[in-house]
Every structure is written in structure tokens, then in C-alpha cells.
């Protein structure tokens, strides 16, 4: 892998990681395309940084949410105790998809035509969100409706599929407007993520996972933390005024184009 490789799949990470058009997808379509000769466990230890740079991103933009959200259970902070609980059980699902099933998905639903009918059920995803009425804040929430929230997360554990994508369409299946929306999928985000990474973290321990260079993992962390402060500011400004139908034709496009040439 080089350096420009490096900072093109750190970009593509941070961009499409919270943007509602799959960052894993984009990241197997990128490897293809590149047609790295990198062994895939060493190659799952990279993109685990490039996740690690969003999940950075993601605690610095929210961090007085998460400062009170974490101090919720000693301040008597009612509001952000609830939000925490509804957080809590949102991200059981995932986590127990991803323990159960990463291996299964990683072999048998990673080829790019696999990844490119997922773009498709996720532009589909994001146009049955935007049938519905932005009414409530996310304090309307309950305990069964995070779980629905938290199932369509573990379902976006499928590469193509979205997991901002699913996670707000889900929330707007309940008329969450959708800025309330986003940041909750984007609260949602940062327990899935450093699981995650934190799995990776003890395969590298165990030696399952090997690393690039030291240069390799600097630009490609640095490139997805920064893609990602950008994509976060962008979509929370975005959604209060435009509708997320606007991705599901872009992933719709992208998808047509890749089957026309054989992808």
C-alpha cells in the first residue's frame, strides 16, 4: 500500500462512514480497485484504524454529550440518564451480530457485486425514511423502538449497507426529526465502533492481525479523522434543511454504473 492509497481509503472512511452510503462498501470497492496484494486479515487491521480516526472524530464533535451522558447515573440528570439507558440497549444487537457473525460476513458477503445490491437495499432504506413525518425529538423514544434502531444497525453490519443510513431511517420510521436523528445514530456509532476496534486491538495482541508501516497507519488515521470532523459538520448542517433522498440516488447511480461495466 502506498501513501496516496493510504489517503484515499482514510478519506473514503471518514466520508462514507457517517455520510448514509456505507463505509465498508466503499472500502472494498476502493481495495478492488486499487487491486491490493494484501493479505485480508492484515488489510481488516488497517481499516480497523481508519475507524479508529472516525471514532476520534466522532467523541471530540460530541463530547459534551458524551461528558454528560457518562455522568448521567451520579448527577440525577433524568434527560441523559434515559438517553444513555436507550443508547445502552440500541447497541446490544450490533454487538452481538458482530461477535456472532463477522467472520460469516467477511467470507461470504465482501465481493463487490454482493456489496453493490447492498448499496441498492440502502438506497431503498433511505427513501422509506424520508416517507415519514419529522414530528418528535429523539426524547420520544422508548425502550423497543431503540431496539428496532439497534437491529437495523446490526443488520448494516453487511458491507454496502449503511449503518448511519439504517440507524437514521430506523429513528425516522418514529418521525424523529432528522437532526435528532443523526445524532443518535452518531451517539449510536461510538460504542459499535470501539468495540470493534477494541476486538482488533486484541487480534493484533493474539498476532491474527497484522499492521502496515508506521507512515501507512499515521496518514491513513490522520486522512480519516479529519474526513470525518468534516462529514460530521457537513450532515448536521445538511439534514436540517434537505432531505437524505439526495444519497440514495447517488448510491443508486454508482450502483447502475458499476454493474454496466462488470464492476
Given at each position: 500500500m502506498?501513501s ?14 457517517l ?6 462498501g466503499h ?14 486479515l492484515s ?13 476520534l472524530?466522532l467523541?471530540?464533535c460530541?463530547f459534551?454529550?458524551?461528558r454528560?451522558?457518562?455522568?448521567s447515573?451520579?448527577?440525577?440528570d433524568a434527560?441523559?440518564r434515559?438517553l444513555l439507558?436507550?443508547l445502552i440497549?440500541a447497541t446490544v ?12 460476513i467477511a467470507?461470504?458477503l465482501s465481493?463487490?457485486?454482493a456489496?453493490?445490491?447492498?448499496f441498492?437495499?440502502?438506497?431503498a432504506?433511505?427513501l422509506?425514511?424520508?416517507r415519514?413525518e ?7 423514544l422508548?425502550g423497543s ?5 439497534g437491529?437495523a444497525?446490526?443488520c448494516?453490519l453487511?458491507?454496502g449497507?449503511?449503518?448511519s443510513g439504517?440507524?437514521?431511517?430506523a ?10 436523528a443523526?445524532?443518535?445514530?452518531f ?6 465502533i470501539a468495540?470493534?476496534?477494541?476486538v482488533?486491538?486484541?487480534h493484533?495482541?493474539a498476532g491474527?492481525v497484522?499492521?502496515?508501516a508506521a507512515g ?7 486522512s480519516?479523522?479529519?474526513a470525518?470532523?468534516l462529514?460530521?459538520r457537513?450532515?448536521?448542517s445538511?439534514?436540517t434543511?434537505?432531505?437524505?433522498a439526495?444519497f440514495s440516488?447517488?448510491?443508486?447511480v454508482?450502483s ?8
Amino acid at each position: 500500500m502506498t501513501s496516496l492509497q493510504a489517503f484515499i481509503l482514510g478519506v473514503l472512511q471518514g466520508l462514507t462512514e457517517l455520510l448514509p452510503v456505507s463505509s465498508s462498501g466503499h472500502l472494498i470497492l476502493a481495495e478492488s480497485f486499487f487491486d491490493m496484494e494484501i493479505d485480508p486479515l492484515s488489510m481488516l487491521g488497517f481499516n480497523v484504524l481508519l475507524h479508529a480516526g472516525t471514532l476520534l472524530a466522532l467523541v471530540l464533535c460530541y463530547f459534551t454529550e458524551w461528558r454528560k451522558l457518562l455522568l448521567s447515573p451520579f448527577t440525577g440528570d433524568a434527560t441523559y440518564r434515559r438517553l444513555l439507558i436507550l443508547l445502552i440497549i440500541a447497541t446490544v444487537p450490533g454487538a452481538l451480530a458482530g461477535l456472532a457473525f463477522e467472520d460469516v460476513i467477511a467470507q461470504k458477503l465482501s465481493s463487490p457485486l454482493a456489496v453493490v445490491l447492498a448499496f441498492l437495499v440502502t438506497a431503498a432504506v433511505l427513501l422509506l425514511g424520508e416517507r415519514s413525518e419529522q414530528s418528535r425529538q429523539a426524547e420520544h423514544l422508548t425502550g423497543s423502538r431503540a431496539l428496532v434502531i439497534g437491529l437495523a444497525q446490526a443488520c448494516a453490519l453487511v458491507p454496502g449497507l449503511s449503518r448511519s443510513g439504517c440507524t437514521i431511517s430506523a429513528a425516522r420510521l418514529f418521525h424523529t426529526t432528522r437532526r435528532d436523528a443523526l445524532d443518535f445514530s452518531f451517539l449510536l456509532a461510538v460504542p459499535i465502533i470501539a468495540g470493534a476496534t477494541g476486538v482488533s486491538l486484541w487480534h493484533l495482541l493474539a498476532g491474527t492481525v497484522a499492521l502496515p508501516a508506521a507512515g501507512i497507519i499515521v496518514v491513513g488515521f490522520v486522512s480519516s479523522f479529519v474526513a470525518s470532523i468534516l462529514a460530521i459538520r457537513f450532515l448536521r448542517s445538511f439534514v436540517t434543511q434537505h432531505s437524505l433522498a439526495w444519497f440514495s440516488w447517488y448510491l443508486v447511480v454508482i450502483s447502475v454504473l458499476l454493474l454496466a461495466r462488470g464492476i
